[in-house]
């Protein structure tokens, strides 16, 4: 209706924004309870579970959800975030992206006794009318990560590609891990559209290396927003 976003957030003065793993815990609750019209509940609940399914495990409203945006994909990094979103009502992403970071940055504010923005401005927002961008941006977004272990893959520099696939299957932050068929947080993105495009989790998961090792970032000229 409204198309297909790629979405960036970064730290303000690139500061990290998750400095343990309840944080990034914390901001995928988020994502889940702030795609809603209605008003967040849950704002001050923290996970006690290692591996959550939000609808089944405590929303217990799932069914009166109604979503502002579907979450096709997204990755969380120790000073950013990607998303991959499609609004489903106008403005949707406009709500969504405020509810989120000004909910987290509350959130963050007050765990580690600090006052001021958290994120670099206002968030970041491309729109993807390209096929070919398209195509390729879910794999960019999941191979994030990368970036942590394998400093120069962007470049080709990559002596083991299974090594590299093995990293981001340990890599909880990302939606990848349910793209593949592994469950990690499955309630928190829409991935059937995807999923339905690229063939199945099967599927996705091979076309990522593949992806991997040919490394079409130039494909995405303009879409990367770093």
């Excluded at 794999?139 to 093995?166: C, T, V």
């Amino acid at each position: 209706m409204w198309g297909l976003y790629h979405v960036l957030s970064r730290g303000v003065d690139k500061r990290q924004i998750f400095l343990e793993e309840k944080d990034y815990l914390r901001f995928i609750h988020d994502l889940f309870e702030f795609n809603d019209q209605n008003p967040a509940l849950n704002v001050n609940y923290f996970f006690k579970n290692e591996s959550i399914d939000l609808r089944s495990q405590y929303m217990g409203k799932n069914e009166k959800r109604k979503l502002l945006v579907e979450i096709l994909a997204f990755c969380l990094m120790p000073n950013h975030y990607h998303l991959f979103l499609r609004p489903l009502v106008e403005g949707g992403i406009t709500q969504f992206m405020r509810k989120l970071n000004i909910g987290y940055a509350k959130y963050f504010n007050e765990k580690y006794n600090r006052e001021g923005t958290l994120f670099q401005g206002r968030y970041k927002s491309i729109h993807v009318i390209n096929q070919s961008h398209f195509v390729h941006l879910p794999y960019y977004i999941h191979l994030n990560p990368l970036d942590l272990k394998f400093s120069q893959w962007r470049e080709g520099d990559i002596d083991d590609y299974q090594e590299a696939m093995d990293y981001l299957e340990q890599y909880r932050w990302s939606s990848f891990l349910d793209y593949i068929g592994k469950k990690n947080f499955p309630s928190v993105t829409q991935r059937e559209f995807l999923l339905n495009f690229f063939g199945g989790s099967a599927q996705y998961k091979k076309d990522t290396l593949e992806w991997l090792k040919e490394r079409d970032i130039k494909s995405l000229k303009g879409l990367l927003l770093e």
